[in-house]
């Protein structure tokens, strides 16, 4: 069984025929090819394979393929590019917020969700929002770090 | 691991959802936020053959007055149950416990209807209706039934739901002026599942509890109302002797068991201390007297 689905990813529309067993971060990386999404437990436990579905961050891992037919999908690549990081991407490279890179994607999608719903970003807020993400290498500081720049920044050029 | 292969049908009403659920031969499942569903099927624990998915029903949204109580749809996602005003004024417990269900993309996804019917012992949104007794509404397609909470948690991840029956919403009774309640768990990192929680409800006439109802989760297979810590406290101005006694009593009304994070004795020890912690924040209504 194979079910046809319309997704808007990154600002481009794909169409796909899937099987409905598919998962969401399984079809990004190897039916699209976009590997920026990682896959770390496959149980929703370790947060690698955040994405933003209709404006919520999202597990990939816990979401069917065929779930997203009709979204608007932001995944790791519609942020910056390697020449032009966006904000949150900038301050995990100022503040060292990254060592293997393995979290990055997840912490860079739940970081955005978070700025987005708490502009204001409080530490609390910003530890209890990546409260779902591991990391293996940083011991998190930097990445809180990380946010908290790209929060205080954004505050301050926008009046 | 991956999931197994598995058919998939969207279903647009409740009864078109029961009908598929009928005319399945193997293992068919509502599929809801798909938070512990998917999780199950990607470890294997579990293979169905077809995924009903509820997602896109609307008579299982919204959350509304009704008289004394508030409905709540079962597709209500943790997320909505934490940014409501309805709740947060009518349903405080329920409020209260919602910041410790899971994580921020879990709470965007996962469903109250998910949670109460898949009965996790260690989950929150459970222990919270079994203390208000709230009112479970199950629909099998051609009509609707009510279970109270406390005849609807029958054992590990067992329910008082009959198969294909869908769990349509949840009514909580709107709290009263005279009611407080508090929450909380102990875990090792925020939203994991917790070692052990609690839920308290409780009615004073002035200073002094009418009735009270405590709930402890993760400490065995459903929630547990703590009857005899209960019994303890009711007609008391919850002074430290009172909750002492409450403490003694709540040997009696648990029998938690070791797993990987803890042992027994310090499970029931844990839950002796959030007990005492929390009778001392129960806001009560008036000043309590000065203590000589
Ligand atoms: C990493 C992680 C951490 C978590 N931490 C917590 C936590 O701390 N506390 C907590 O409470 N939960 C936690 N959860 C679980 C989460 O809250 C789930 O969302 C919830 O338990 C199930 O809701 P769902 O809508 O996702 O249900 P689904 O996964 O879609 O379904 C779960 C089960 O219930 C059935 N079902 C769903 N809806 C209905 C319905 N309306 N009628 C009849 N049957 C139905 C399904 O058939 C299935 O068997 C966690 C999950 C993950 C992945
Ligand atoms: S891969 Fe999805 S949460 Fe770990
Ligand atoms: S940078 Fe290596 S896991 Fe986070």
Request: glycine share 8%; with cysteine.
């Amino acid at each position: 069984m194979t079910i046809d689905i319309t997704v808007t990813i990154n600002g481009r529309l794909y169409r796909a025929s899937v099987e409905p067993r598919l998962l969401l971060s399984d079809f990004l990386r190897d039916t699209l090819g976009l590997t920026g999404t990682h896959v770390g437990c496959e149980h929703g436990v370790c947060g690698a394979c955040t994405v933003i579905i209709d404006g919520d961050s999202v597990r990939s891992c816990l979401t069917l393929a065929v779930r997203a037919d009709g979204a608007t999908i932001t995944t790791v690549e519609g942020l910056g590019t390697p020449e032009q990081l966006n904000a949150l991407q900038h301050q995990f490279r100022e503040c060292h917020g990254l060592q293997c890179g393995f979290c990055t994607p997840g912490m860079l999608m739940t970081g955005m969700d978070l700025l987005k719903k708490y502009p204001l970003a409080t530490d609390d807020q910003i530890r209890e929002g990546l409260s779902g993400n591991l990391c293996r290498c940083t011991g998190y500081q930097n990445i809180v770090a990380a946010i908290r720049a790209a929060a205080a920044l954004r505050n301050e050029t926008t009046p | 691991m991956k999931a197994g292969d598995v058919a998939y049908f969207r279903a647009q009403s409740v009864s078109d959802a029961v009908a598929a659920f009928r005319s399945c031969e193997g293992d068919a499942r509502y599929l809801a936020g798909g938070q512990s569903l998917l999780a199950a099927m990607n470890l294997r624990l579990l293979t169905p053959d077809l995924l009903i998915d509820i997602a896109h029903i609307d008579a299982l949204r919204g959350i509304e007055r009704r008289g004394g109580e508030i409905r709540i749809g079962a597709l209500t996602r943790h997320a909505e149950i934490l940014s409501s005003p309805i709740i947060a004024s009518h349903v405080p417990l329920l409020a209260a416990a919602a910041p410790w269900v899971a994580h921020p993309a879990i709470r965007n996804k996962g469903t109250i209807g998910g949670s109460i019917a898949f009965a996790d012992p260690a989950s929150e949104f459970p222990a919270v209706a079994l203390a208000l007794n709230a009112r479970i509404e199950l629909d099998n397609g051609d009509s609707v039934r009510f279970v109270e909470a406390q005849d609807f948690f029958l054992d590990l991840y067992e329910t008082a739901a009959e198969p294909g029956e869908i769990l349509s919403a949840v009514w909580f009774p709107v709290a009263t002026p005279d009611q407080r309640c508090t929450f909380d768990e102990l875990a090792r990192r925020r939203g994991d599942y917790a070692i052990v929680g609690v839920a308290i409800v409780a009615d004073f006439s002035g200073e002094i509890v009418d009735r009270i109802r405590i709930v402890f989760f993760s400490v065995g297979s459903t929630p547990v109302r703590a009857l005899r810590a209960e019994a303890a406290l009711t007609g008391t101005a919850l002074v430290d002797t009172d909750i002492e006694l409450a403490q003694q009593a709540l040997a009696g009304d648990l029998s938690p068991s070791d797993d990987v994070q803890v042992s027994a004795a310090t499970r029931m020890h844990l839950a002796s201390v959030l007990l005492r912690r929390q009778l001392g924040k129960l806001p009560v209504p008036t000043p309590k007297a000065v203590r000589a």
